[in-house]
């Protein structure tokens, strides 16, 4: 058998024996070992003399000194400590009350805490098995059909390793040798949009077809307003903005109410008066980060790096054209942001002048319960995007925010912290064993001839760019059916990188649509993980053939997201083209 053969009988081996359920890593590594040994063999050496072994300890030791994976064990620890530290359910109710006269408020307050809690932690099997607790059961209780409110969890929770920061993307970037601040500014536009596009097939869904989500009783989307909000309304005014901003200018009266049991506080006051301010806050902090960073932090950072040339004693002063960044956003920029700000000043001064008591308790429960964790979330991701730190410094950074913020909640103890990091280091010792076993493979794959032999057959074909793209996703799509995306990722995109340069594709893009084709990976069965982890959760009389059946859905919008990605690239690339150039 010649050496090519040999590398497409490496190929076919790895999938069956993965298929037969050995662990991916070592049979990696002992699918490369024997090859290798073989592609090495020399008679008249020693076999213990065989180069293959060499290659093991240097393949090894690659894996180990690659500086993009110190970030995955701190991003995992973060997800695990969210996982056990914080409080999903009242995230849940909160975001229920706030949607609750959406068509399908719960499907849809659980789609919205399976992307929030997937961003957050990252673990698809966490999320869809805190949602299958929480929200699976209300779901069938109000009588929404069971393939619904299993496509909803089982698909949501997906989206943890598509929305940066996301584990999936780094070990892309360690496989492909790209940026992973690029990835995560290429994948962050993608995955919200796919969030959206689930988002309005629920609600659609429900629209037409009312009995599979019937409306909630009144006393499941009834607000309990206390009663301290009730007599503050009545002593001031039935406006809580009003009433809260009278009573920081004579509380006399309001020290009279209590709260929790103890009278009312100057303190206290202050607070809600400050919870009555987020979305001022939030509209505010929004439209001045934006300025910021593209009216003054741009030119600023343009001007200094404007290095001249030495000038001749006594010429003329040279007066260099200004570049871009320099001159200023244009006034397409302007035009947009003044229409944005207005809009959004518009959505403020409405939510004030209808703040009464059952619209403040809902913003109190959201803002205890989403804020923290949105705020921990959008650090993590600014500091990375705008170039502040790196993915490692700010996996710390996330890592250590996770652990004050289950520390203020009092839900973390040391038993739940002890299986936060040993469950981290099991996750941590699979994705580096993976890399290991995964570049002994390529490698010996590599010395045998079946990667050329694979890109001249591909080659051969005289397909256009556009061909490729749908040849190379295609293949993925199917690979998808049988293994989840840690073989594909490590195994196969290797193969496609290679050839991406001949047909002129960015591999940026290419990776991204990688990512959200392997959303597909977890809803398709055979090997349907997230159907699994639900089915474990879910009561006794729904079936997996009913989980599937409310996933198959969502496999059509991912094709369709992939299909307006490919027809609208802009939306993938325009992120990381402004914010780092290229």
Same mark, same amino acid.
């Given at each position: 058998?010649?050496?090519?053969?040999?590398?497409?009988?490496?190929?076919?081996?790895?999938?069956?024996?993965?298929?037969? $359920?050995?662990?991916?890593?070592?049979?990696?590594?002992?699918?490369?070992?024997? +090859?290798?040994?073989?592609?090495?063999?020399?008679?008249?050496?020693?076999?213990?003399?065989?180069?293959?072994?060499?290659?093991?300890?240097?393949?090894?030791?690659?894996?180990?000194?690659?500086?993009?994976?110190?970030?995955?064990p701190?991003?995992?620890?973060?997800?695990?400590?969210?996982?056990?530290?914080?409080?999903?359910?009242?995230?849940?109710?909160?975001?229920?009350?706030?949607?609750?006269?959406?068509?399908?408020?719960?499907?849809?307050?659980?789609?919205i805490v399976?992307?929030?809690? $997937?961003?957050?932690?990252?673990?698809?099997? *966490?999320?869809?098995?805190?949602?299958?607790?929480?929200? +699976?059961?209300?779901?069938?209780?109000?009588?929404?059909?069971?393939?619904?409110?299993?496509?909803?969890?089982?698909?949501? $929770?997906?989206?943890?390793?598509? /929305?940066?920061?996301?584990?999936? /993307?780094i070990?892309?970037?360690?496989?492909?040798?790209?940026?992973?601040?690029?990835?995560?500014?290429?994948?962050?536009?993608?995955?919200? +949009?796919?969030a959206?596009?689930?988002?309005?097939?629920?609600?659609?869904?429900?629209?037409?077809?009312?009995?599979?989500?019937?409306?909630?009783?009144?006393?499941?989307?009834?607000?309990?307003?206390?009663?301290? @909000?009730?007599?503050?309304?009545?002593?001031?005014?039935?406006?809580?903005?009003?009433?809260?901003?009278?009573?920081?200018?004579?509380?006399?009266?309001?020290?009279?109410?209590?709260?929790?049991?103890?009278?009312?506080?100057?303190?206290? &006051?202050l607070?809600n008066?400050? &919870?009555?301010l987020?979305?001022?806050?939030?509209?505010?902090?929004?439209?001045?980060?934006?300025?910021?960073?593209?009216?003054?932090h741009?030119?600023?950072?343009?001007?200094?790096?404007?290095?001249?040339?030495?000038?001749?004693?006594?010429? *003329? *002063?040279?007066?260099?054209?200004?570049? *871009?960044?320099?001159?200023?956003?244009?006034?397409?920029?302007? &035009?947009?942001?003044?229409?944005?700000?207005?809009?959004?000043?518009?959505?403020?001064?409405?939510?004030?002048?209808?703040?009464?008591?059952?619209?403040?308790?809902?913003?109190?429960?959201?803002?205890?319960?989403?804020?923290?964790?949105?705020?921990?979330?959008?650090?993590?991701?600014?500091?990375?995007?705008?170039?502040?730190?790196?993915?490692?410094?700010?996996? $710390?950074?996330?890592?250590?925010?996770?652990?004050?913020?289950?520390?203020?909640?009092?839900?973390?103890d040391?038993?739940?912290?002890?299986?936060?990091?040993?469950?981290?280091?099991?996750?941590?010792?699979?994705?580096?064993?993976?890399?290991?076993?995964?570049?002994?493979?390529?490698?010996?794959?590599? /010395?045998?001839?079946?990667?050329?032999?694979?890109?001249?057959?591909?080659?051969?074909?005289?397909?256009?760019?556009?061909?490729?793209?749908?040849?190379?996703?295609?293949?993925?799509?199917?690979?998808?059916?049988?293994?989840?995306?840690?073989?594909?990722?490590?195994?196969?995109v290797?193969?496609?990188?290679?050839?991406?340069?001949?047909?002129?594709?960015?591999?940026?893009?290419?990776?991204?649509?990688?990512? @959200?084709?392997?959303?597909?990976?977890?809803?398709?069965?055979?090997v349907?993980?997230?159907?699994?982890?639900?089915?474990?959760?879910?009561?006794?009389?729904?079936?997996?053939?009913? /989980?599937?059946?409310?996933?198959?859905?969502?496999?059509?919008?991912?094709?369709?997201?992939?299909?307006?990605?490919?027809?609208?690239?802009?939306?993938?690339?325009?992120?990381?083209?402004?914010?780092?150039?290229?």
């Amino acid at each position: 058998m010649s050496d090519p053969a040999l590398g497409l009988l490496m190929l076919t081996l790895i999938v069956i024996v993965i298929l037969m $359920g050995f662990p991916t890593a070592f049979t990696l590594m002992g699918l490369g070992m024997f +090859f290798g040994f073989i592609a090495f063999y020399d008679p008249s050496q020693l076999w213990t003399h065989n180069k293959v072994f060499e290659l093991m300890v240097q393949r090894t030791y690659g894996a180990m000194t690659n500086d993009v994976l110190i970030s995955i064990p701190l991003f995992v620890l973060m997800g695990y400590v969210m996982e056990r530290g914080a409080l999903v359910d009242k995230m849940f109710y909160s975001i229920q009350l706030a949607f609750r006269r959406l068509p399908a408020s719960l499907a849809v307050a659980t789609l919205i805490v399976c992307t929030f809690w $997937g961003i957050a932690s990252g673990l698809v099997g *966490a999320v869809v098995v805190l949602m299958g607790v929480i929200a +699976f059961n209300p779901m069938l209780r109000a009588g929404y059909d069971v393939r619904l409110a299993s496509g909803v969890i089982t698909a949501g $929770g997906t989206l943890g390793i598509l /929305i940066p920061p996301s584990v999936m /993307i780094i070990v892309y970037a360690a496989v492909a040798g790209q940026s992973v601040v690029k990835l995560y500014a290429a994948a962050m536009l993608p995955g919200f +949009f796919l969030a959206f596009l689930y988002l309005v097939y629920v609600v659609g869904w429900a629209m037409i077809n009312p009995k599979i989500a019937p409306p909630l009783p009144e006393e499941q989307t009834r607000v309990k307003v206390p009663e301290w @909000v009730r007599k503050l309304q009545t002593l001031y005014s039935p406006n809580l903005f009003v009433a809260l901003s009278k009573a920081l200018v004579s509380p006399a009266q309001a020290r009279n109410l209590e709260i929790d049991g103890k009278p009312m506080s100057y303190g206290a &006051i202050l607070q809600n008066f400050a &919870i009555s301010l987020v979305p001022f806050l939030l509209t505010a902090v929004t439209l001045g980060i934006i300025w910021w960073y593209v009216v003054i932090h741009q030119q600023a950072g343009a001007a200094s790096e404007a290095v001249e040339g030495l000038q001749q004693l006594g010429s *003329a *002063a040279a007066t260099p054209e200004p570049s *871009a960044a320099q001159k200023g956003p244009g006034s397409q920029f302007y &035009i947009g942001f003044a229409i944005v700000a207005l809009l959004m000043a518009a959505w403020s001064l409405r939510s004030y002048l209808r703040m009464d008591g059952e619209r403040f308790e809902v913003l109190r429960l959201l803002t205890s319960s989403v804020m923290p964790l949105g705020i921990l979330t959008v650090v993590v991701l600014g500091v990375i995007l705008f170039g502040i730190t790196t993915a490692t410094e700010s996996a $710390g950074v996330g890592a250590a925010g996770a652990f004050l913020l289950a520390l203020h909640a009092r839900t973390l103890d040391w038993k739940r912290t002890k299986e936060a990091v040993f469950l981290t280091a099991k996750t941590t010792a699979m994705v580096c064993w993976l890399f290991v076993g995964s570049a002994l493979f390529s490698a010996v794959f590599a /010395i045998l001839g079946g990667q050329a032999l694979l890109e001249s057959w591909v080659l051969s074909l005289n397909m256009s760019p556009v061909q490729f793209m749908i040849l190379s996703q295609a293949i993925i799509f199917v690979l998808g059916w049988p293994l989840e995306w840690t073989e594909i990722i490590i195994i196969f995109v290797p193969i496609f990188l290679p050839m991406l340069k001949h047909f002129g594709i960015d591999p940026i893009l290419w990776g991204t649509l990688v990512f @959200v084709n392997l959303q597909a990976a977890f809803l398709s069965p055979p090997v349907a993980m997230s159907a699994f982890y639900l089915k474990g959760v879910a009561p006794k009389h729904v079936t997996l053939n009913q /989980i599937f059946a409310g996933m198959m859905p969502y496999m059509l919008i991912v094709i369709l997201c992939m299909v307006i990605m490919y027809l609208w690239p802009g939306m993938t690339l325009w992120l990381p083209r402004y914010l780092y150039g290229g």
